[in-house]
């Protein structure tokens, strides 16, 4: 069965670069979520997207920024960075915000490395 | 403060023997759901129990939700060296049309052979 997609897998950095992530969900899921998990920490939730809008937004930095695409893809835009952004990203996908059965199935992760 | 906290924070075992992990949490939730993680990769999705359900088993996975107590558990049974990992459980709030997962601190299970 297909599974939630990300890229890069691995992605290095310079402070104060940019770096774009993207997720692809799985087919007919139309809820994105962007989740940071730091070394030794529990994923902290970031944003999410129900058909290409914003729907809840969690602890995100204003240097960062995402968008949901007609495709249901999503991006998720890093300016600025700094040391402390380096961390494994996740975007999950589910089908249906607002069902009370509400499974989120976790891409593979982007491991941002900030030197 | 975390929605979750889990304990024990890290627990060893031998093959063969049972793993308890459990989870608390604060508010009412509409979902738990048990993720495991392998070092530094991705989150597997393992089991979802619905408030309204008080026990859920899926293999060798046996998961019991107490909302009085606002707590869960996870048991393996007959663990194996391939169930080493850390184990998160996930809430999404009640009443929330949009269900972010607040995840607890972890438990580090290490199966020994």
Known sequence: ?115 | SQQGEEDPQALSIQEGENATMNCSYKTSINNLQWYRQNSGRGLVHLILIRSNEREKHSGRLRVTLDTSKKSSSLLITASRAADTASYFCATDAMNTGFQKLVFGTGTRLLVSP
């Open chain 1, 1 to 115: 069965a297909a599974g939630v997609i990300q890229s890069p897998r691995h992605l290095i950095k310079e402070k104060r670069e940019t770096a774009t992530l993207k997720c692809y969900p799985i087919p007919r899921h139309d809820t994105v979520y962007w989740y940071q998990q730091g070394p030794g920490q529990d994923p902290q939730f970031l944003i999410s997207f129900y058909e290409k809008m914003q729907s809840d937004k969690g602890s995100i930095p204003d240097r960062f920024s995402a968008q949901q695409f007609s495709d249901y893809h999503s991006e998720l835009n890093m300016s600025s960075l700094e040391l402390g952004d380096s961390a494994l990203y996740f975007c999950a996908s589910s089908f249906g915000v607002g069902r009370s059965y509400n499974e989120q199935f976790f891409g593979p992760g982007t491991r941002l490395t900030v030197l």
